[in-house]
């Protein structure tokens, strides 16, 4: 019995979270458009290779990368600018959003 209630938790703790997640990349997506798209692409799959491209990267390290800039830890004129205005659920959700991006090959 003990089994079947740890099951029945786990199972109900995954749907719970699987419909934040699909929140989070909707609230992402949207907020990369507005703040990321013109130098980053909207997707993160910027052409410009003066920009980084952020698909496909780790979830936590654009996160870390964020909030470092936020903080002032990591040192670009616009970017400072750029996540001093995000949320920590701003930062989150973009994160979550690039991760989930596939990044364009760049084999020629």
């Known amino acids: 019995m003990k089994k079947f209630i740890i099951s029945v938790v786990t199972s109900a703790l995954i749907l719970i979270s699987g419909q934040g997640i699909a929140a989070d990349i909707e609230a992402g997506k949207k907020k990369a458009i507005e703040v990321c798209a013109a130098c980053h692409g909207p997707d ?20 870390n990368t964020l909030n470092g800039y936020k903080s002032g830890d990591r040192k670009n004129l616009i970017m400072n600018g750029l996540a001093a205005n995000l949320s920590k659920e701003d930062i989150q959700s973009l994160a979550l959003y690039f991760s989930r991006q596939s990044g364009l090959s760049t084999k020629k």
Do not use: D
Request: hydrophobic letters at 40%.
């Open 44 to 63: 993160g799959n910027s052409l410009a290779p003066a920009f980084p491209k952020l698909a496909g990267q780790h979830a936590t390290y654009i996160e």
